[in-house]
């Protein structure tokens, strides 16, 4: 789907992810902070985490909130193959 198909929330859930993506391809093996994907994507936190909601209802990432706050997000497979089909490698 190109970025002239989507609409503006679906343009925004699709930065998001491509942010994801590549923050998954600098450090595969950690997840990412909610406080950096914050800074990474110019997002404020309560904007992130209702776009991070919405990615994890459709099953493409894993959001770990923490009781004493803060959490990570990680891509799951289905996450990373959809990222792979749509940014690349």
């Known amino acids: 789907m190109s970025n002239e198909q989507m609409n503006e929330g679906e343009a925004a859930l699709a930065g998001l992810l491509e942010q994801l993506w590549r923050m998954a391809q600098e450090a595969p093996s950690r997840s990412c902070s909610l ?3 914050s800074k990474r994507t ?3 936190m309560s904007v992130l985490t209702r ?3 919405l990615l994890s ?3 493409w990432v894993q959001v770990a909130a923490h009781e004493e706050g803060g959490g990570s997000v990680t891509l799951t497979a289905a996450g990373r193959e959809l990222c792979a089909g749509w940014f690349g490698a």
Request: proline share 8%; no cysteine.
């Open 35 to 37: 406080a950096r994907a």
């Open 57 to 59: 209802e459709a099953g």
């Open 51 to 53: 776009q991070l909601s």
């Open 42 to 44: 110019r997002r404020p």
